[in-house]
DNA sequence: CTCCTTTTTTATCGATCAATACATAAATCG
DNA sequence: CGATTTATGTATTGATCGATAAAAAAGGAG
């Protein structure tokens, strides 16, 4: 069991994290080979030999992101009490993970690879399409149980109010990378769930009356 | 004044069309020449000849888009009688826009350079995150008008709630382009609009009380 | 030690990138 | 007409892209 050859000179998990980063900050066609092998701190050859491609490289890149970045973002939806709490807390914990000193701002699933542009990268697109409308159908999960457990009427539009959701949130994707500041992301939160009893037709701002 | 030498067998505005609609679908960096050149119908010495370089045939792109898909967008900002049907009607223009047959969904300023990947699209990249920009400070500014003409609050927190609706704006770039369909953004616009009084602070949505 | 396996370094591969040289063609000007 | 000007088509330019070939280096196995 013990392993045969010459050991490898780098760690793999550092190197995958400085390729994580570099994807984050440029996006995948953005990120060229000679850019990630310096990032990585190690040539073409132990890449390849590593990772096997650059695409392959960028799958376990996004992996990593979703194991290091994305839980402190759905914590809430998995844990708040409420409904309203978990979205409240989405939005909330969005905006501060999307402007972290010293790292890229944004989301890497959003921000990674909206153009397909050759065939290669197709399938990466692909990859990421999907993460994002896999973020659509959890959000409604949650919206659902909520229906389940009274929380919210019976009639409500799921999928809808789970579609805006998201789409604020990507929106802060491109605001994040944009420049805007962490307390204009969590006014966009705000704004966002100022909306919610009138979208889940739940109980009313009672001091609106 | 006649014009002098050979005439050109090229529509310069068609072909600046063709561009627009290859920058529209790849982006800037995945729009490469030999594409824009097949698109366009010509062959590079002219494309360099009519329009100076890739950088400057995507501005006069980013221009003609400016001139041909933004007016629909912006027509209720500046022509709806009060804030909340002109933001209304912005989000429901955008829906229709960013969902339009046999064109690229999603928008161009939004999608056509969120990476500066070298020197050279650095510039393209500022251009559209400054046109970005100045999308806010337009809707703020009618904000402001709202606020001088008692139809919002003194307190309204202009900035804040243009930045709001410029994102939900923005992430419906991201979720045409995943394919959402039109009833999807419009349905996500109204939820947009249903935190309006909560927003503004202005009349309350009777039918809660 | 000698084999064997794997990683390393160096140098490069063919393809494609954005951008041009060059010669020819098609118009106006004198 | 010849001279000038501009556009076109063909063929390339140097640079960079993602991905490797080849040989030396560094370990364990026998």
Redo the contacts between chains.
Sequence with gaps: MAERGRPRKFDREEALARAMELFW???F??ASLSELTAAMGINPPSLYAAFGSKEALFHEAVSLYGRTESPEIWLAIEQAPTAREAFDGFLRATAFSFTQPDKPHGCLI??GA??A?DAGSEAVCAAL?KM??DNVTDLAARLRRAVDEGELPAGT?CD??A??Y??????????A????SRE?LL??A??????W???TGGR??AR??
Excluded at 166 to 175: A, D, E, F, K, L
Excluded at 190 to 195: E, R, S, T, Y
């Design positions: 900050r440029k996006g066609a953005g959003v921000l909206l153009h542009d399409r994002r409308a539009d809808g109010v579609a805006f998201v789409t604020v949130q990507q929106g802060m994707s491109i605001q990378r944009d420049g805007a204009t006014a966009v705000d704004g966002a769930m100022a909306a009893y009138g979208l009313p701002a609106l009356c």
